[in-house]
């Protein structure tokens, strides 16, 4: 057990590849919810979908084997591990150092690759899968080894990683709307409405991810006998426009006198469909992503003034 330990130490000093631009997993996201942490990973992740916060999706395998160094390459740094392997390796001795090197010289001239295991910091199970794997896996050209990083999970982390932005309530009336006055409704600075990830192992497969604002959908806060909805909406809602069609917003049928703290807590969600490129299998669900924002409701007050 101790050993296993050990072993796992010079993993990390030797996990990363040869490959320039390699080297390296980083935290994507962090939130309440499980979502991406890499570690111990080569996997570089990129793209104009990487800067929210993640909704939660959970890749499907918490730890996996990526293809890592050369056999001289590897050779070359547990040689350089030497000081550290003797200091906590218990009974270390000369001998067992050489017979710790030995299955990394042997390998020296062959074709393939070193694989070393990697994982999902943010799942509750990423670290005990990972200890469940061994340190290195000699791996020949061409194949994969069971554990292995596929091309569908490279996808996985990348749909991981795809974050969208929290929508900006926009409404016409802004402060206070009336009973029976259509009440517009769209998304504000919404930016560029198609967002990417990209996941790559350097010098080996990438898979990019899209999420693209397509739809907008309205609860008014309350039930239908006292709002109506408009929901054709399109990606954006429906700026407000003097003589436009009203499409999108809502229609209180009733005052907000009588709801808790006086208002309508209307809710608006935006619509990001997800496709995958590249001659790739692959198909999600689309990502939400909701706002709420306080809306009170007055009657129209009239004045009648009689006529002589």
């Not at 996941?199 to 907008?216: C, E, H, K, N, Q």
Request: charged share 20%; with cysteine; net charge positive.
């Amino acid at each position: 057990m101790i050993m296993n330990v050990v072993v796992a130490g010079l993993l990390l000093l030797s996990s990363g590849g040869d490959d320039p631009g390699g080297g390296g997993g980083k935290v994507v996201q962090r939130g309440p919810t499980v979502g991406l942490r890499l570690e111990n990973s080569r996997i570089v992740v990129t793209g104009t979908g990487v800067s929210g916060k993640s909704d939660g999706y959970r890749i499907k395998r918490p730890c996996w084997y990526e293809p890592g160094k050369t056999a001289a390459d590897m050779l070359q740094n547990q040689e350089t591990a030497r000081d550290w392997w003797f200091r906590y390796t218990p009974g270390a001795t000369e001998e067992r150092y050489q017979e710790f090197l030995k299955q990394f010289k042997e390998k020296v001239g062959r074709q393939g690759r070193w694989w070393a295991p990697a994982y999902n910091g943010a799942d509750p199970d990423g670290l005990s899968c990972w200890n469940g794997l061994n340190p290195f896996v000699w791996v020949p050209p061409g194949t994969t080894p069971p554990a292995g990083i596929t091309v569908e999970e490279l996808i996985e982390i990348a749909r991981a990683a795809l974050t969208v932005p929290e929508p900006k309530i926009r409404l016409n009336p802004d402060a206070r709307s009336y009973v029976n006055l259509p009440t517009w409704v769209w998304l504000g600075d919404v930016g560029a409405t198609t967002r990417s990830v990209t996941a790559t192992i350097p010098g080996f497969m990438s898979a990019t991810v899209t999420a693209t604002l397509s739809d907008v959908r309205i609860d008014p806060g309350t039930t239908s006998d006292r709002a109506e909805k408009e929901e054709r909406c399109g990606p954006g809602g429906r700026p407000y426009a003097k003589g436009e069609r009203f499409t999108c917003g809502v229609r209180y049928l009733h005052a907000s006198a009588d709801r808790p703290r006086g208002v309508y807590e209307l809710t608006v969600t935006s619509v990001w469909t997800v496709a995958v490129q590249g001659n790739v299998a692959g198909a999600y669900q689309p990502i939400q992503a909701s706002a709420t924002r306080d809306v009170p409701v007055g009657e129209v007050q009239s004045t009648v003034k009689g006529g002589r």
